[in-house]
């Protein structure tokens, strides 16, 4: 007992030090801005081993969150997660450690607890400034020199502020105003939020007296097509007779909507289009839903959107850890804000999540959901949590994902209360699950809210929910965008001219112009110097002539898959035809060395030939039509079974030829024409060739005839010089 209160008298004096309180600060302030931190992660942050940190938490000095795998609570085999009171005492036994030089048996359990009693006031635990809104707003704003004055604390805030109010404001607003105005391109509409009671009524439409409704919050769809959202003191029009002001609700549908924010929201129009402004009754009730949040929160309304500059953030995620997402959290707490509260002051909605697919390169049928973020309350690990499409066939969040329908159970039967873990979703009664994206196209993901209460969800929840499903949709897309465009950086550093990495085997059409270009400069110079005109190749020595072979997919094999099986699988046969071509090169060619293939764009290809006589590369061109002919198999993933076999394909080619002496006529000087525009010239002839082939329906050659001095089919029946 004495020797623990020496400790606990050395502890108190170490940690009373300014020096060693600003050292734990720094260490607490790390942790802090991990948000989600694993044992890895936690043993690189403070610099200790995992064997350590097991060893304490048998110790009873740590205790890390263990989560569930799938839905057993008995399977506790995920990695151990530190919270941020953890990370605080692993940043305290640091400082003890390598500053007081105590061992890990003399520090107390409690030592998070004689910390906060010793640490003076700026370097407190921040946890219930983390957790409580009023005090974290109140803070964020304060002058240069504060503790919120950090980069780390700036992107926290930024991060809040984005999706408290700048985020999910502009996109309800957006998507409000175009549930009650019919979208007409070239026009101005908007909503107007007055921030309080005003005396505008039905017949007051004159613009000049939206002005006497003061301060308001405004939504504006510009002829564009851009969105803009801004707190104005005064709403005013350049030109007022351009516009009309009418109140969201009608007459007689404010008589049954008794409100402040029924009476209070107007819609503005251009005079012309006010027949375009659809006030019916479910469409009004659902703006009128997502607007409530709006309302209650107007006193952030200048905190958050007002005059001033204001930090920039552009979100972003990484798929692939365990980490939270701010903005798809706070949607998924604004789904059990939306939802209401009861009688008793419960969320009438009790918990939220978002899951997305884990492996997007599987089928759709095969992929696993996992949560990813989730609503204050839920009890899901994200990261963790997850639905596989093999083990849990009777989900909702798989059937709603697969099948792009809302599943909705109103009542839970017996069987279905049984088959969902209590422990993580408690006595839920009704429960829903709604696809995010899947209109046009495979969802991204599901929307999966449970209640306490039967029936929780009416046609009119499911359209809010339908609301903040396509809010997470625009936001997973521009993440996903994002990361595409990120994940390529590296590769415009080496290449910077190979944008699609499908085709960067390929020598491009800046090769074949730059290739082009090199032999007509030798031929120039050679004529200007009387020299005999000869290039020399791989093979053969030196030639005396050059042809061309352009091949492209025929144009009704090219709709037929893109109708059939996507533009995707398009793309991909058009690189397969390459890896073709480029296959049968020595098979076909007996000095295939003087042979180069292009990727010119699209499915087109070019051959440049040196030392080819004309009828000698009709002659090849015949032999790789037909070889192109049939079926081919294009891949379409890395996974088993990822190939497709496509039938019929069909191409036609064109065909151009030149001896050397024919090009150095055409850039002899009395003819004032550069290498430029000889290539130009050449170019474009052999694009004329092939065009020729697809306005005759394909499958032909189309090649140079020196009789007729023009391009003409080619008749595979006559004989062939090799």
Known sequence: MAMDERNLQRIARHLKDEAAQRRVHHNIQRGRNEVTVTIGRASRLFGFSESQLRDWEKMGLIKPIRPKEGTDARQITGQRQYSFAELDKLAIIRELLDE??????????????????????????????????TEYLSTSSTMPGSQYDNINKRITIAYRELMAWRFYVSRVLWLSLLLIYEDVPGFYA?????????????????????????????????????????????????????????????????????????????????????????????????????????????????????????????????????????????????????????????????????????????PLQQRSLVVRAKSRNARHTVGVTSVAPERHVTN????????????????????????????????????????????????????????????????EDQRIL??????????????????????????????????????????????FLHDLGDILTTIKEQGEHSQELTIPTEIDGPVKEIS???????????????????????????????LRIHDLLPALFSNHLNCKLYHIYGSIYCLLLRGFTLERTKSNAERLRKALEGSIAVKQSELP????????????????????????????????????????????????ALKLGTDTGGNIIHGWDPVTQTYTPHQPGEEQKK
């Open 190 to 362: 908007g909503l107007v939020l007055p921030a309080h009671e005003h005396a505008l009524d039905e017949t007051a439409r004159d613009p000049l007296q939206l002005q006497l409704v003061g301060e308001s919050l405004v939504g504006w769809l510009g002829q564009t097509r851009s969105f803009f959202t801004f707190l104005t003191p005064v709403p005013t029009f350049e030109y007022p007779s351009d516009y009309i002001v009418q109140p969201l609700c009608p007459p007689d549908l404010r008589m049954r909507l008794p409100g402040s924010i029924a009476n209070r929201t107007l819609i503005v129009v251009q005079r012309d289009e006010i027949q375009h402004v659809r006030r019916q009754e479910k469409a009004v009730r659902t703006v009128l839903r997502l607007l409530e949040p709006l309302y209650e929160d107007q006193h952030l309304w200048h905190h958050y959107i007002g005059e001033g500059m204001q930090d920039l953030a552009s979100p972003a995620m990484d798929f692939t850890p365990k980490l939270t997402d701010a903005l798809l959290t706070g949607l998924a707490d604004m789904v059990i804000r939306l939802g209401g509260k009861m009688a008793n002051g419960q969320d009438h909605w009790q918990d939220c999540c978002i899951l997305l697919p884990g492996n997007m390169s599987l």
């Open 641 to 688: 079974g990822g190939t497709l076999t496509l039938p019929d394909i069909s191409v036609h080619l064109g065909v151009t030829w030149y001896p050397y002496d024919k090009l150095a006529e055409f850039l002899a000087p009395h003819h004032m024409r550069s290498v430029t525009d000889v290539r130009s010239t050449l170019y474009h002839s052999l694009d004329f």
């Open 100 to 133: 007081a030089h105590l061992t890990p048996g003399a520090i107390p359990a409690n030592i998070d607890e004689i910390w906060s009693t010793l640490a003076s006031p700026s370097y407190a635990s921040e946890s219930q400034v983390l957790e409580d809104d």
């Open 396 to 459: 909702l969040s798989i059937r709603a994902y697969q099948g792009s329908h809302i599943i909705y159970r109103p009542e839970l039967a017996r069987e279905d209360i049984m088959a969902i873990a209590r422990e993580i979703e408690g006595p839920i009664q009704s429960n829903i699950a709604v696809p995010i994206g899947g209109e046009s196209g495979q969802p991204l993901g599901v929307l999966y809210v449970t209640s306490y209460n039967r029936e929780a969800f009416s046609e």
């Open 548 to 578: 061309f072979i352009a091949i492209d997919i025929d144009s009704n094999v090219q709709e037929s898959i893109a109708n059939s099986y996507g533009d995707q699988t398009l793309h991909n046969l058009s690189m397969a035809i390459g």
């Open 466 to 511: 339908r609301i903040i499903a396509k809010i997470t949709e625009e936001l997973l897309y521009t993440y996903r965008i994002r990361q595409q465009i990120s994940d390529t950086l590296p590769d415009l550093l080496e290449n910077p001219s190979i944008v699609d990495p499908l085709f960067k085997d390929f020598a491009s059409e800046n090769d």
